[in-house]
């Protein structure tokens, strides 16, 4: 039986595909079972190598 996944993350409170890409402002929503992470995207690495923070937990 395949794991009902549809509807598990959300982008400024729209559902989103895996491949929608994140941008600065953007606040992300994900459940997990009864669970609910809220994050703001801070800034975007654009390399492997990451300085300061690029969420803030909601």
Request: no cysteine; charged share 30%.
């Amino acid at each position: 039986m395949k794991q009902q996944i549809i509807g598990r993350i959300s982008v400024n409170g729209k559902v989103v595909k895996a491949s929608y890409e994140v941008k600065i402002g953007d606040i992300v929503e994900i459940k997990f079972g009864d669970k609910i992470s809220k994050f703001e995207i801070l800034q975007i690495p654009t390399s492997q190598k990451i300085t300061g923070e690029i969420i803030k937990i909601l």
